[in-house]
């Protein structure tokens, strides 16, 4: 069983930057749609961006176009989120998820799923 862990959380002011991380177990991450999604306390997971099993294709919700950019590198088992010009409303949690699924939009239902990094955008 694929196993996922998110990194790079932390706190920022409005307007910088991070870096999410989503390492993977093994080497069958190669096979696997990843998606990121964002949680804050009382409401669902929303769908932040994904990509496909080679990097061939991405999607991102409109909130976040044009500020983050999602990619992976399957030689290191990582997928990775870099956030730029974050706001207040881009805090909460960010999970990876993992899916094994012929790559049309982002998945909502996933096969694996991370533990989750904090991220705190606030001046």
């Known amino acids: 069983q694929l196993g996922l862990e998110e990194s790079g959380g932390g706190t920022v002011r409005p307007g910088g930057s991070l870096r999410l991380s989503c390492t993977a177990s093994?080497?069958?991450?190669?096979?696997?749609?990843i998606t990121w999604f964002h949680q804050v306390p009382g409401k669902e997971r929303t769908v932040i961006s994904c990509?496909?099993?080679?990097?061939?294709?991405?999607l991102y919700a409109d909130s976040v176009k044009g500020r983050f950019t999602i990619s992976r590198d399957n030689a290191k088992y990582v997928a990775y989120l870099s956030m730029d010009n974050l706001k207040p409303e881009d805090t909460g949690f960010y999970y990876c998820?993992?899916?094994?699924?012929?790559?049309?939009?982002?998945?909502?239902?996933?096969?694996?799923w991370g533990q989750g990094t904090q991220v705190t955008v606030s001046s």
């Open positions: 998820a993992a899916r094994r699924i012929n790559f049309g939009a982002c998945p909502i239902e996933n096969d694996v």
């Open positions: 093994d080497g069958v991450f190669h096979s696997y749609v």
């Open positions: 990509i496909g099993t080679h990097g061939e294709k991405v």
